[in-house]
């Protein structure tokens, strides 16, 4: 029987949670059912805390108790929404790795199909939101703002694509050997990265427990990523404003020259036109600085090569993941 489970494929299922005691049973209980229709895999459902302030590790410590299949990692300290998840991918010894957040705002149910598609010979499998629960306002600003990554980069941006998805083996060992970031931007990873995928539609569902650990820090830093990780065009934009505002200067000091020269009794400036234009020459070079300094910064957390977490604890990674669903004892 052990030999038969050997050869068995095994899927790992990675869900980063933060604070998520509410939805982590729930969670457990429908990934269980998902799997148990597919008896051909094993699989195991690895979780990796980002140091909850709740009762989230103990109810993890719980599930590991009941089900071996259930690995915990425990993050000494916060290490932030984008440095937690592909740590525990990286940790995965699946044959495929399926990212699933713990909010329960994307279906579990789909990663069936996911599979299926693998199986079929597709190497990335994407969950992509076409519709959500969110506020109309705010789903149309992330369609306005994938378009503009769009345009402003020529690798394919999945537009409505939060990390949710099924990826082969040989993606994520390409991810762990030659993207080697400290602070890793997953969605444009996976774009970069180039192989056939498949999209998978489905609605998001609006958060039925907790809180969303989203805030306007962490959207920008999110947006900001994204742009400076696949694209240099607004660095160059800027340079393309310097040489254009600099022509158009020079156009209208000769302008007014002329004009002084003919009219030199009756025509004057005035401060106001002096004061706007020092104004918004100042604003367009304060945006330019941190348009830079984004950049910098992004260099800068490069070159420290710190660990993508500290962890504190692991549970259950001593024992084989299988397809049964024994106790550990």
Known sequence: MARLENKMKLISIVSPCFN???NIEELYERTRSVMASLPEYRYEHIFIDN???DNTVAVLRKLAKADRRV?????SRNFGHLRSPIHAIYQAGGDAIVSLLSDLQDPPELIRDMILAWQAGTPIVLGIKNSSDENKLMFGLRTFYYRLVT???DVEVFQHFTGFGLYDRKVIDILKTQFQDPYPYFRGMIAEVGFEHKKLYYKQKRRSR???KNNFYTLYDLAMLGITNLSKVPLRMFTFFGFAFSILSML???FYLI???IFWNSFTVGIAPVVIGVFFFMSLQMIGLGVLGEYVGSIHTLVQNRPLVVEKERINFDIPADSSNETNG
């Open 51 to 53: 140091c909850s302030t």
């Open 151 to 153: 345009r402003l980069t």
């Open 252 to 254: 209208v000091a000769f």
């Open 71 to 75: 690995k915990v990692i425990v993050n």
């Open 210 to 212: 907790g809180i969303t």
């Open 259 to 261: 004009y002084k020269l």
């Open 20 to 22: 998520e005691e509410g």
